[in-house]
């Protein structure tokens, strides 16, 4: 799991949200692999926070080759205060993760290892899936 923070730039809130919006849209379009990519605002607008959900480090890899162009758009909206990396994050990420921190703030990038836990990512969008099995006699025949 990766999580950067940023402090969003004073008058810049009403053009940070439509670009963060493209940039949902583009890594939605073109990172197939990645689990979940989202992107949280503080209530009075002043902090961002970006959290994206991968199944391994070739994921994150291949996110900021991608999409690493596209934040340099970012600079004049966000100071990034830090990367939090959850995980075991290959060397290519890390350094991919130093360079993002340099460009858009500080280089604060802080890895954390597991030390116990599990995943489920069984959850259907659906909503008919993921609702209780009926009991056999009380479906329609």
Known sequence: MYVDTSDVREGALEELKPAMKG?????????????????????????????????????????????????????????????????????KVLRQSHEKARVLGRDAVVVDSLHAGFTRFAVSADPEARSAPSHPSSRAR
Request: proline share 6%; aromatic share 10%.
């Open 23 to 91: 940039l949902v849209d583009f890594v939605e379009a073109n990172e197939p692999r990645i689990i979940a990519y989202n992107v949280y605002l503080s209530d009075d607008g002043t902090r961002m926070t970006v959290v994206h959900v991968h199944p391994d480090s070739e994921s994150l890899e291949y996110h900021m080759e991608v999409a690493g162009p596209v934040f340099r758009q970012f600079v004049e909206l966000v100071t990034l205060s830090s990367i939090h990396i959850y995980g075991e994050p290959s060397e």
